[in-house]
């Protein structure tokens, strides 16, 4: 008896779509969404699961006689789990076993699931819950510790199914309502078209067309909730179908009894044939003339048996049980013949039907002959379908059909999306562009993947909704995870292409988001079952027309047609789909075609190229094509995307030590790009890993660099004694290599840092050997700097007016030499000087000529540093005006560099040029955000001029009489 059990339990398996994976003891493990996917697949699990429930407990309600005598106790019942969870598995064959099985941590939650709960149940995990939440009733039981797990799994136990809406209310996001963008062309059209059936009695069939998530339902949905607003009573007829019973005679046509007759899935086949007869008398008074009770009784038994009603089950009808094709063609006219009388007698007929790409052919045909005759009737059929209903029928709703109407519905521009985004975001204080253009980017016009995108914000803690407001946390967002909800959806499309095209378009998404056709050939003759070229270029055109690739109009470096994926979100489910297998060695082939065809423009594909290294497996050569595209964004002044690369390089390295000298270098680059962002608490962690790896292999050199940049960040950072330190170590290990600039830059470092100590003699001498050090060498701007140091630092007059002599005789060499750069440098070096010693004209006017010398050069962070010195030099020569509009400019372009310092050092200026020309609330304001920020730590460290910035706040008070407010400043030393 228990054989058959198991057998009843697979068969249910295989009858919603699953599969049975394997039996373990008394466990059976089923998986859903393979060989193919569908978008229901979860809510097939578990009306799956619900009637294995059902069959358990009759099959031992059956066999109660039979246990031993006594009532069984609470020990003794029998107790059925079933776990049910969503997610990605490896599917394939493990060990010596010939079938294919599923594993991975998807797999774990559903089994630890089942087993985590003692009562009987259906339990799902949150994932699952997500996707079937407006189908089924839940009981949240919070979250449950799994093992095998470090964070515990928030579960729900089934409870039962909700009531089928056909319009469901549209919950919105965090209580936030999402509204209908974009569709107002469309809503005039419908209204228009109702309007007219119910004044002229002709009406139309509209077929909406459009790709799943496109708006479709939700257009209908506004329709139908103002049908109220009219001056007439509209009668609606309603029918949905989904993927499962395309195949079952007349189902479709059996939903649309089903919710007119208003039966329900407990009625008996007696009270069911009473519905449909009360439906038929009540409906019309022709009708009840027409037809005596036995007549009405016979017609309601034909459309009861035409579509399957008034059984236990419609499965339960095989072919060979059908009646004759004579008593189908009868019932079909006897529908037609009822359906249109109700029209005729009604100011104006309603028909929505969902879905019809999925309906049966038999019901089809049936709404075909109905359509036929919509011209000449108050009739408003609308039909939702996507673009699959093409290749079945291409002449949908029949050929010469008067009235028929197809409205393709478009995805939303760009100007739509984002209102439609930022509509749904309105919560947040501020939505930044960048997060608004990835979700409009990601989406593609698609407002179901607007919406969905936002829920897993959400969910991922990016985004935070609750009871208080909104708040964003952009550190959180390290990318946009594609939903669940999209991945079935996507999946399933894919899962119904003709081969040839599912496996181009994975290919493609191997490419990138923008992808060659020759790539694609190449690709494809290395597969292990390859196609002609024929195929593919007839795959691609075929793709094309079904509005999943867009050809691009802009020629490309190859001279070869480029495409692009019309949505991101449907490459990365395409591309999750490529087996794990077959991906290393498509991205060879892809790295191979573009490093063939790119020449002398491989810096403008070093990131794709890098990429497809790394997933090809080669980490030396990813590594090696990261480290120029970092070297070029660095060039480009696009610090995050050179630390993102430097960083990966690290990452690709970390277990290749052949390639240390390779890490170091990169390291010390990392870490210079840190440091001018102000990042200086991970640029001292980049350098002390550098000091360790350069330690563990003998490299002096490596560990002088890592020190001399230690010391340097300590200095800007105003920890001297580290600084020192640092300089000291660095100096002996320098000196030890015989590298006289590193040397020297050593010296410099430790002159400068113990200058600011206070010991100038000390500083003199080791700024002075420095220099002589780097007289021999080509450094001007160790120079300049040197040159400035030992004028800040001398004992008398004589020494600093020759530090000041040659600092000048430099710039003015390097300017004949037509080095103007180098020359700004050390000009501005100078002005820095004056400004230091108070002589605030001379400043002024060496600060204006060396920022003439730099703008050309267009390096932001010198220009930066200088334009915020030239505006301190003329808010101190009283220029108010001048001095802000040239340390606006600088924190403008301050902005651009993403340099903490750099703005902060922007602001403080400012601070104080709005308190020279008395402008004390403004100045304060100022003053309190630079402190703000920089009081951030944990990335910026201890800001040298923190100290600056308290003094010039508590003037800003005592100048407006707040002494005791004053007083409480707290001032750094």
């Not at 036995?294 to 009861?304: D, F, G, M, P, T």
């Not at 991101?568 to 490529?578: C, G, I, M, N």
């Not at 230690?710 to 590298?739: C, F, K, P, S, V």
């Not at 600093?800 to 070096?829: K, P």
Request: net charge negative; aromatic share 6%; with cysteine.
């Amino acid at each position: 008896q228990i054989d058959l059990l198991w057998q009843q339990l697979d068969e249910t398996i295989l009858y919603y779509g699953g599969v049975v994976d394997k039996h373990m003891g008394d466990v059976i493990m089923g998986i859903f969404g393979t060989p193919i996917a569908r978008e229901n697949d979860p809510e097939r699990a578990i009306l799956c699961a619900m009637t294995m429930r059902e069959q358990v407990s009759e099959f031992l309600a059956a066999h109660q006689a039979q246990v031993e005598t006594g009532p069984a106790g609470p020990e003794q019942q029998a107790v059925i789990r079933i776990g049910i969870n969503t997610g990605q598995v490896l599917l394939g064959q493990v060990g010596s076993d010939a079938w294919q099985t599923a594993i991975g941590d998807a797999v774990n939650v559903a089994s630890r699931l089942k087993e985590a709960a003692r009562e009987s149940g259906i339990y799902i995990s949150h994932d699952t819950y997500r996707l079937v939440r407006k189908l089924f009733r839940v009981e949240t039981l919070g979250d449950v510790s799994i093992k095998g797990r470090q964070t515990p799994v928030l579960v729900y136990r089934i409870a039962g199914a909700l009531p089928r809406l056909f319009f469901p209310m549209y919950d919105g996001i965090g209580g936030v309502q999402v509204p209908m963008v974009g569709r107002e062309t469309e809503m005039d059209l419908l209204r228009h078209l109702l309007n007219r059936a119910a004044q002229e009695g002709r009406g139309n069939v509209v077929t909406i067309i459009g790709d799943a998530g496109v708006g479709k339902s939700r257009l209908v949905a506004e329709f139908h909730r103002h049908l109220s607003d009219y001056p007439f009573k509209v009668t609606i007829f309603q029918a949905r179908t989904d993927q499962r019973l395309g195949a079952v005679p007349f189902s479709f046509l059996r939903d649309f009894f089903i919710r007119h007759f208003a039966i329900e899935e407990s009625d008996r086949a007696g009270s069911i044939e009473e519905k449909i007869m009360g439906g038929l008398a009540a409906t019309q008074i022709d009708i009840r003339e027409r037809f005596t009770k036995k007549e009405l009784r016979e017609r309601a038994r034909a459309i009861s048996k035409l579509v399957g009603l008034g059984t236990s089950s419609i499965t339960t009808q095989l072919p060979g049980q059908r009646d004759t094709a004579e008593s189908r063609a009868r019932a079909v006219a006897i529908i037609i013949d009822y359906l249109t009388s109700v029209i005729r007698h009604s100011a104006v007929t309603l028909i929505f039907l969902e879905d019809i790409h999925w309906a049966d052919e038999d019901s089809l045909a049936v709404l075909e002959k109905l359509a036929s005759a919509a011209g000449e009737l108050p009739l408003l059929m609308l039909c939702m379908a996507r673009p699959t209903l093409r290749d079945r029928r291409t002449d949908w709703p029949g050929e010469g059909v008067s009235g028929a109407v197809s409205l393709p519905l478009r995805p939303l521009d760009e100007t739509e999306s984002h209102r439609l985004v930022l509509s749904i975001l309105h919560k947040l204080p501020q939505v930044p562009p960048a997060l608004s253009d990835l979700i409009v980017r990601s989406a593609a016009g698609n407002p179901f993947y607007v919406v969905e995108l936002v829920r897993v914000l959400i969910d991922d803690g990016v985004i935070v909704a609750d009871e208080s407001g909104w708040y964003l946390r952009p550190q959180e967002l390290t990318r946009l995870r594609v939903p669940a909800t999209l991945t079935g959806v996507l999946q399933a499309r894919l899962d119904r292409l003709p081969e040839v095209e599912r496996v181009t378009l994975q290919q493609a998404a191997v490419v990138g988001d923008e992808f060659w056709a020759g790539a694609l050939q190449q690709i494809n003759r290395a597969a292990r079952f390859p196609f002609t070229g024929e195929q593919v270029a007839a795959a691609l055109a075929a793709l094309e027309r079904r509005d999943m690739i867009v050809r691009s109009t802009v020629p490309t470096f190859t001279g070869d047609q480029a495409y692009f994926f019309r949505h991101a979100v449907l490459r990365e489910v395409a591309y999750e789909s490529v087996l794990l297998r077959d991906r290393p060695g498509f991205h060879l082939q892809a790295v191979r075609w573009l490093e063939s065809q790119v020449g002398d423009r491989i810096g403008e594909y070093a990131a794709p190229i890098a990429q497809h290294y790394e997933q090809a497996g080669r980490p030396a050569d990813a590594a090696r094509m990261y480290e120029l595209a970092a070297d070029i964004a660095a060039e480009q002044y696009k610090p995050a995307g050179a630390i993102n690369s430097y960083r990966k390089v690290l990452e690709l390295l970390s277990d290749l030590p052949q390639y240390l000298d390779m890490r170091l270098s990169v390291q010390n680059r990392l870490g210079r790009i840190l440091q001018q962002q102000g990042r200086m608490i991970e640029a001292l962690e980049v350098y002390r890993s550098m000091y360790t790896g350069a330690e563990l292999d003998g490299n002096l050199l490596g560990q002088a660099r890592a020190e001399i940049a230690r010391a340097t960040i300590h200095l800007e950072l105003g920890n001297y004694t580290d600084a020192a330190a640092a300089a000291e170590q660095a100096e002996q290990l320098a000196h030890l290599t015989g590298a006289d600039m590193d040397l020297a830059l050593a010296q410099l470092v430790r002159g400068e840092t113990v200058g600011r100590m206070g010991d100038n003699r000390e500083a003199q001498a080791a700024i002075w050997q420095a220099l002589e050090r780097g007289r021999t060498l080509d450094a001007p701007r160790g120079m300049a700097r040197g040159l400035a140091l030992a004028a800040t630092f001398a004992d008398d007059t004589q020494a600093r007016q020759a530090a000041i002599d040659e600092l000048t005789d430099l710039a003015q060499s390097l300017a004949e030499q037509d080095e103007a750069i180098d020359a700004g440098f050390a000009l501005a070096r100078l002005g820095e000087f004056y400004l230091e010693q108070g002589l605030n004209h001379a400043a002024w006017a060496t600060l204006e000529q060396a920022l003439e010398m730099q703008r050309p050069a267009a390096n932001p962070y010198i220009v930066v540093e200088t334009l915020r010195l030239l505006g301190v030099a003329a808010g101190r020569i009283d220029e108010p005006r001048q001095a802000m509009a040239l340390l606006e400019e600088a924190a403008a372009l301050a902005e651009t560099t993403g340099n903490h310092h750099l703005r902060l050092g922007c602001r403080l200026a400012m601070g104080e040029v709005l308190l020279g020309r008395g402008d004390f609330a403004a100045a304060e304001a100022t003053l309190r955000q630079v402190i703000a920020v920089a009081e951030d730590r944990q990335r910026l460290g201890n800001w040298i001029h923190l100290g600056e910035t308290y003094k010039l706040l508590v003037e800003v008070l005592n100048r407006q009489g707040r002494r005791e407010e004053a007083r409480l400043i707290p001032i750094p030393r």
